[in-house]
């Protein structure tokens, strides 16, 4: 299994910041709730206190632990899937898969500044 989806609606653990062309971007926690819509995903974007921030539809190879995506407004890093859920149907999920572990995620690394060598 490779974390992405594997039924029609899940809750996954996200990373989100605002889409803009700044370096040092403030990435905050967030979750994404996703459903199935044919070939596409639709998603929503929300706070860590439950506030809708956008909407919008991607492909699903993005819905997997480590994926990135742009919706208008805010780039997405998805985590995990949120509150022990997993993407392998419920009788063959491993034991550990009900944990919510932040493992393996890469948080974005913003680079010292450097000033320009002088000549």
Do not use: I
């Amino acid at each position: 299994d490779n974390g992405c989806m594997g039924s029609q609606s899940q809750t996954w653990s996200a990373l989100y910041a605002k889409n803009t062309a700044k370096k040092n971007k403030k990435w905050l926690d967030g979750t994404l709730h996703a459903r199935q819509m044919g070939s596409r995903w639709g998603v929503t974007l929300k706070t860590e206190t439950g506030v809708v921030l956008e909407e919008g539809n991607v492909p699903s190879g993005v819905l997997c632990e480590g994926g990135e995506f742009a919706l208008e407004l805010y780039l997405v890093q998805v985590d995990g899937l949120a509150n022990g859920q997993s993407a392998l149907p419920s009788s063959s999920a491993p034991a550990e898969a009900s944990t919510n572990v932040r493992s393996g995620f890469r948080r974005p690394v913003q680079q010292p500044f450097q000033r320009p060598a002088q000549q």
